[in-house]
């Protein structure tokens, strides 16, 4: 039988492979993505950014039925939970939203296969795929887009063991609340579900080998992050690692490090989420000859590697391993190979940190400005005076906006508060555009919102705050 041939072949059904895929077949390619998961959407959609987010939005709404419902004159019996049901909406969320990608698929007419691909040869312009699936079948295609995406970094010290010491992807699932989480890791992942878990009623503590939690944010965001976590019941040993953990009698003792001292520390279960690392294991990359660049996979501008015809995106290559840049690179990717001169603005990726009250960022910190040697200004403006977060009884944190000393143009913005994930936006928009605090300053916000904590921030760049 003679093999299938396509235009474009992507490996990796995540949020790169999927959206590669789609504006694939927008702009007339023929596309077959791979796939080794029995569901489309990648870790982000199956066992990251999605069920993440349901389970901490249905943790907010029981911590806020618990202890917040009182103040807004709301009397209820204390909430029970019932963790089974919790899990089965996020599951639900879930698989809503890869079969909505199985969806776009049949309607963009993507081919999927179910398998794990490996590249076989590049030859003459041709690359054969080989998918072991139920059964083994090669495929071709002019291009291949690698889109792999990332694995969770494991310690040699706390190997997962799928039980005890586990991943995110098996803390998204815990079928019983733990007495004791120990997070090894004061990061996205860390903070995100040891968030869930202490507003279900865990206790948990955070080991963070740095001195400060969330590395390369905004250094006062992540203090006053940190305050309000530890109001909330959040223990943190900075500047700590797990040396190991042993079992006895039923608990985990973990041994941790700091300070010049060892503790031992009794707990249920740990989580370890150190950092992600590329997911290349299977390829053959060393077999067709791509060249890798600090354990990620080289390409150019046009994100195409050093094999012509094979292209790599998202955590399989350099940058923040973040769902909405690979998903940029995704389509920017294709749309060069069509020959448009689209390109992903590097200096414009939101990050976000669910927690709460959440951290949102775009741009340069004041650290990375200093030490940059920029001049800047700076902009403050604290939530506790703005009118939407008074009425919503949500006023932690504040927005910092960063401009250039000369010009005001627009370097970096933090918040730290409520919904701040959404109002990041107009902070990337005004960026991407080379707007300045003065074009947010001058811009009308709707009253009373959030968003005009934003705009009160650029007035205070001028110390002209009316509400400061
Ligand atoms: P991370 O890189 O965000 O944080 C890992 C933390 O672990 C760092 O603070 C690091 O200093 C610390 N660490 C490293 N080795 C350690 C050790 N031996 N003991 C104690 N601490 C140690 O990585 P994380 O949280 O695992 O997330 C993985 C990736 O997934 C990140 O690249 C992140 O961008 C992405 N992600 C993004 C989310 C979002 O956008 N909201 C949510 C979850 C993940």
New binding site residues.
């Given amino acids: 039988m003679s093999e299938e041939t396509f235009d474009l072949i992507v490996i990796g059904a995540g949020p790169g492979g999927y959206v590669a895929a789609i504006r694939g077949a927008q702009l007339g390619m023929k596309v077959a993505v791979v796939e080794k998961r029995g569901s489309l959407g990648g870790v982000c959609l199956n066992e ?2 999605i069920p ?2 349901a389970l901490l939005d249905s943790s907010e709404l029981y911590h806020l039925a618990k202890d917040r419902f009182a103040v807004h004159g709301i009397e209820v019996q204390p909430p029970t939970l019932n963790l089974g049901q919790m899990m089965a909406r996020k599951d639900d969320v879930v698989k809503k939203l890869t079969d909505g990608i199985a969806f776009l698929f049949k309607k963009n007419k993507v081919v999927s296969f179910l398998g794990t691909a490996s590249l076989l040869s590049s030859e003459n312009g041709t690359h054969r795929v080989e998918v072991k699936g139920e059964e083994t079948k090669v495929i071709s295609g002019k291009k291949v887009i690698l889109a792999t995406g ?1 694995e ?2 494991q ?1 040699p ?2 190997p997962f063991d799928g039980e005890s010491v586990v991943s ?1 992807r098996e803390a998204l699932s815990f079928p019983t609340v733990p007495e004791h989480l120990l997070v ?9 579900l040891g968030s869930v878990w202490l507003r279900l009623g865990a206790k948990v503590t955070v ?4 001195p ?5 944010s905004d250094g006062q965001v992540a203090e006053a992050l940190q305050r309000s976590l530890k109001k909330q019941g959040m223990a943190f040993m900075l500047g ?3 040396a190991g953990v042993a079992k006895k009698d039923g608990k985990l003792l973990a041994r941790v490090e700091g300070e010049g001292e060892t503790q031992e520390i009794s707990c249920d279960k740990v989580l ?5 690392r590329p997911l290349t294991a299977g390829l053959n990359l060393e077999g067709v000859g791509i060249a890798m660049d600090g354990g990620r996979i080289r390409v150019d501008a046009d994100y195409a590697t050093n094999v012509p015809g094979i292209y790599a995106i998202g ?1 399989l290559i350099a940058g ?5 840049k690979a998903m940029e690179e995704g389509a920017v990717c294709v749309e060069r190979m069509h020959g448009e001169p689209s390109q992903v603005d590097y200096g414009c990726i939101p ?4 927690t709460w009250p959440e951290a949102a960022s775009v741009g340069k910190t004041e650290e990375a400005l200093k030490e940059e040697g920029v001049a800047y200004k700076s902009g403050k403006f604290s939530f506790i005076a703005n009118g939407r977060a008074k009425c919503m009884d949500e006023t932690e944190g504040f927005v910092k906006l960063l401009t250039e000393a000369e010009g005001g143009r627009l370097l970096g913005v933090h918040i730290l508060g409520p919904r701040a994930s959404d109002m990041i936006a107009e902070a990337v928009t005004v960026m991407a555009f080379g707007g300045s605090g003065e074009d947010i300053a001058l811009t009308m916000h709707a009253h009373p919102t959030l968003s005009e904590a934003i705009k009160e921030a650029a007035l205070d760049l001028d110390k002209r705050a009316i509400h400061g």
């Fill in positions: 990251g950014c993440s987010k990332s969770a970094v310690i010290t706390l995110a090894v890791g004061g990061g996205y992942i860390g903070l995100e080991v963070e080998l740095l400060r939690l969330v590395a390369g700590a690692k797990v370890v989420a150190v950092g992600r955590d923040p391993m973040l769902a909405h990050g976000v940190c669910y």
